[in-house]
């Protein structure tokens, strides 16, 4: 169907900028079409190594990894410029998550889910996270 990207994201507040991750979906023959963009950041700074460091407030995805027999996603993500963190989650609640909470309002399904949502509260997808320290293995 498409390319599944993770990417951050910039929010600024009154306490400085927050870095976020987000997730879309590419088209598959034209990844310069953005066929789906989650409205909401999938991964915030809530954790002590997210929140403190050489930058404080960031969740950056460096790499992930997937496995296509268990659906399991590995997210690996720099924390505050300072520590590396992991998190998990599965291919399919990801992308059903990201399709339901999309921005693009340019069709009857987005335009559906919009009101949905606005009907319901909507629970994020299922993604842990852990601090990786000097000497863990994954």
């Not at 996603?73 to 992991?86: K, P």
């Not at 509260?121 to 990786?132: N, Y």
Request: aromatic share 14%.
């Amino acid at each position: 169907e498409g390319w599944l990207l993770f990417y951050h994201g910039v929010s600024g507040t009154c306490n400085g900028y927050v870095y976020s991750i987000g997730g879309a979906i590419l088209d598959i023959d034209n990844p310069s079409i953005v066929k789906y963009r989650c409205e909401n950041f999938l991964l915030t700074p809530e954790e002590w190594y997210e929140e403190r460091g050489f930058v404080p407030n960031v969740c950056f995805p460096c790499a992930t990894i997937h496995d296509p027999e268990s659906g399991k996603i590995a997210i690996y993500y720099g924390c505050a410029d300072s520590y590396v963190g992991l998190a998990f989650t599965k291919f399919d609640e990801i992308v059903a998550y990201m399709k339901w909470l999309t921005i693009s309002k340019n069709t009857a399904w987005s335009q559906q889910a919009i009101q949905k949502k606005a009907e319901d509260r909507i629970e994020g997808p299922a993604m842990s996270g852990s601090f990786l320290s000097d000497g863990d293995s994954v």
